[in-house]
Structures are given as structure tokens and as C-alpha cells.
């Protein structure tokens, strides 16, 4: 917003973000790291995952370019040199996903995309603002550059929790790491995860059942770990117990779950590294497994990455109308059909997702807090699931705008807030 409005209109502007931040309870958009079509181990390309149509992006940046230019994210200036000492095989440190990257976590908060690449030990983050690249130099994030044989330091499992803070484990569970994902990042070795003496002799540290795999979070600060022999482990972050939930049933002969991410509908979707027929949806009570449709090419995927917390029904939710009261505009969409991604809106660009709308004209309406047109466009639907990329002026203003969709009849089917960073 510019600097000549009054006062009181900042106060609103911080009031709504405020308020937008906690009603965006779920994302419909999440990341997926996958090879290419049958190149199974190439685990070097980033894509948006469309989860509610199942949709899978072209790669997002080419990550193993020697060339590519990076940032030291203490002081935000370009790395000039590298330390063959974090690489563990003969790796070179410079292009971000060499080696091959199997965790990964959104921060939406701060809309990063923490990893680490499986040989070179450091913690590094995609600013999704600005498409850069950063480094965490100042310290390492296992402290063991050289990888053992089992992989059993290896990480290859990331979430941000609840409490807003990223967590990494290596794959025999003898660390788990905290990082902080603020200005300046913090990394934390926790130490080991102990298992819950009622887990009957299966243990986290086992490498024939628990290495590998991915982790989410729940709303109640715990996080999940599964593994690749499709094993699951709910751990309380604060005592650093493993309970085992069980095995997932319902998966085809030879599928390793190496990917997991919690939906819009708080649906947990598994995908592998090696069996890429399908993913899956996983029911959290029972652990069974249905098939979950992928729309297009279904790459194999090391791993997966959304910003939803898994909801367990034990936690009461907070409304907008509780934290705030009932003067604040509430934000109206049709989420079953009509959805926006990403919002906040980076790099002066969104895209509307349609799903099931009647084939015809659209009108797509962009406009400020007071009303002015931004952008108006017109989209004609013909099939089921079709996305429209809306670019507004590279002169437009940060702050929140209102997008309509209406109809050839020009009847309103679609309304929300946006962001724009």
C-alpha cells in the first residue's frame, strides 16, 4: 500500500492478513520432488502438485546446473566458493539438488521449500517469492559428511510442525533435528527418538521397517513418520517417543511410500520412489489404502510437501468470527469447484483451478480495495478441470485484491480475497 494513506488504513491492511493467514485453514497446492518419465533415482526436479485434481507441474527451476547462482542465507549475498567437505561421494556443493533430494517441507509462512540433498550436509531453502536459492553455511545440519553404508544418516524426512519450526530426521531416528525457519535459522540436534515400549519389538531404528520415507504434522504438535516399507510412526515432538500405528494395507506389491503430504480434505497422500502406477490416499484410523488418481504422467516421487496439518478431531478449531468478531469480511468461494493457488500471490501471477464447471463463458475480475479493475479476462471452460493463469501488471501495488468469476449470464459463482506480496 503506498505510503500517503492514513494510518488507520494500515492498521486494517494488518488486521485482514492477520485474519486472512488463520482463515486459509487449508492449501489445495503442494510440491512433489520426482524424477522424470521412467528415470527412476533422478530425484532433482521440483513441481507444483495440484491435489485437488491431481496435476503435476513441468519442473519449477533446473536445479544441478553447475552455473546456477546461489545465496549464503545469513547474509543474503551470493556464495563465490564451496566446501568440498559437506559432500560426501565426490558431489559438487554449488547446483541445489545434487545428489538427489528426498525431504523436503512448505513453509508457508515464510513460503519456502526447505531440503537437503541426501550426500551433501546442509540444510538450504527456495525463496517461492523470488524463485532464489539459499544456503544455511553457518551450520551443518546432521554434522556427518561422510554418509554410512545402510544410509542410516541420511536424511530423508521433513515437515514444518505446528509450532512453526521444520524438524529433519535422519533415516535410523538417532537424530532428530530442529531448525527455526524465521530470519535467522537455528539448527538444533534433539537427539534420538526413543520407542514406546508398546510398539511389540517393531522399532523406529530398524532398517528392515523404518528407514526412509516422509513425514507430516498434526495440529497438535506431533508429526508422523512413514517409512518406505510403508510403516507408521506417530512421535511427540517433546518427549521424542515413537508409538507405531501399524503398516498401511492396501498398497500393490513393490510400492514404497516415499512421499506424504496432508490434503485440503485432510486426506494423506502417499507416492514412491519406485512403484509410480498410482498414489494413494491413506486413511489415518484404519491405515488402508485407496487409489488416489494422478492427472496426467505419474512421475515416481521422492517426496512430498503441503502446508495442512493433519486435523485428528481432537483439537477444537478457531473461526475467523472467534478471533476477531463479526465486522471482518468473511472470504466466500465455491472451494468445490473454483480454487486460487498460491496465495499470497508471488511474482505478480495466479492461477484459478475450475473443476467440474459448465462448459461456456467466464469473466474473470480483478479488482483493489476500493473497487478499481486490475485485471478483467475472459475464459471459455470446456472439460472438466481447466486452470487459468491470471498475470496482473508488473506496476501493481502489494496488498489484497478481489477476484470474482461470473458467469455468461453475468451471474457472480465465484468470490475471494487474495494477497499479492
Keep these: 500500500m503506498r505510503k500517503s494513506l492514513p ?16 482463515a486459509q485453514q487449508t492449501d489445495k497446492v503442494g510440491y512433489a520432488i520426482t524424477d522424470v518419465k521412467n528415470q527412476n533415482g533422478n530425484w532433482v526436479y521440483l513441481r507444483i502438485f495440484n491435489m485437488e485434481s491431481g496435476g503435476l507441474s513441468n519442473p519449477l527451476l533446473n536445479a544441478v546446473a553447475d552455473n546456477q547462482l546461489v545465496y549464503d542465507a545469513a547474509t543474503k549475498k551470493p556464495i563465490e566458493s564451496f566446501s568440498q567437505t559437506i559432500a560426501d561421494r565426490g558431489f559438487n556443493p554449488r547446483p541445489a539438488f545434487n545428489s538427489g533430494v528426498a525431504a523436503l517441507a512448505f513453509d508457508k509462512k515464510n513460503n519456502r521449500l526447505w531440503f537437503t540433498p541426501m550426500f551433501i550436509d546442509q540444510l538450504r531453502y527456495i525463496d517461492l517469492k523470488t524463485m532464489k536459492i539459499f544456503y544455511v553455511t553457518e551450520t551443518p545440519l546432521t554434522g556427518t559428511t561422510v554418509k554410512s553404508g545402510d544410509q542410516g544418516n541420511i536424511v530423508t524426512r521433513m515437515v514444518i510442525a505446528s509450532d512453526g519450526n521444520g524438524y529433519a530426521m535422519t533415516n535410523d531416528a538417532m537424530q532428530l533435528i530442529r531448525f527455526t525457519t524465521g530470519k535467522k535459522t537455528k539448527i538444533t540436534n534433539l537427539g534420538s527418538i526413543v520407542d514406546d515400549q508398546a510398539n511389540k ?9 523404518s528407514f526412509g520415507g516422509d513425514m507430516i ?22 518427549t521424542k517417543v515413537a508409538t507405531h500405528l501399524g503398516v498401511i494395507s492396501g498398497l500393490p506389491q513393490g510400492f514404497t511410500v516415499n512421499g506424504a503430504a496432508v490434503n485440503h480434505e485432510n486426506k494423506v497422500i502417499v507416492g514412491s520412489a519406485v512403484e509410480a502406477s ?36 481432537t483439537k477444537p478449531k478457531t473461526t475467523v468470527t472467534e478471533l476477531v468478531g463479526r465486522n471482518v469480511p468473511a ?26 464447471m459448465e462448459a461456456g463463458s ?13 485485471v478483467q479476462q475472459q475464459v471459455s471452460l470446456g472439460g472438466d478441470n481447466q486452470t487459468q493463469q491470471i498475470k496482473l501488471s508488473a506496476g501493481t501495488s502489494k496488498g489484497v485484491y478481489l477476484v470474482k468469476v461470473t458467469d455468461q449470464s453475468s451471474k457472480l459463482v465465484y468470490t475471494a480475497k487474495v494477497v499479492l506480496q
Excluded: W
Design 362 to 374: 467466464y469473466t474473470v475480475l480483478v479488482t483493489d480495495v476500493m473497487g478499481r479493475q486490475v
Design 7 to 22: 494510518s488507520v488504513t494500515f492498521l486494517f491492511g494488518a488486521l485482514f492478513l492477520t485474519v486472512f493467514a488463520f
Design 217 to 238: 504434522a498434526d495440529e497438535e504438535g506431533n508429526i508422523y513418520a512413514f517409512s518406505a516399507r510403508n510403516h507408521v510412526f506417530k512421535i511427540n515432538i517433546e
Design 331 to 356: 472470504i466466500s468461494a465455491d472451494d468445490s469447484k473454483i480454487s486460487i493457488y498460491p496465495n499470497p500471490v508471488t511474482n505478480n501471477q495466479f492461477a484459478i483451478q475450475f473443476s467440474k
Design 201 to 209: 519389538g517393531v522399532s523406529i531404528h530398524n532398517s528392515c521397517s
Design 278 to 313: 498410482s498414489y494413494f490416499f491413506v486413511d489415518m484410523k484404519s491405515l488402508a489404502a485407496t487409489p488416489y488418481k494422478i492427472e496426467g504422467t505419474v512421475y515416481h516421487s521422492s517426496d512430498l510437501a503441503s502446508s495442512n496439518f493433519l486435523s485428528t478431531g
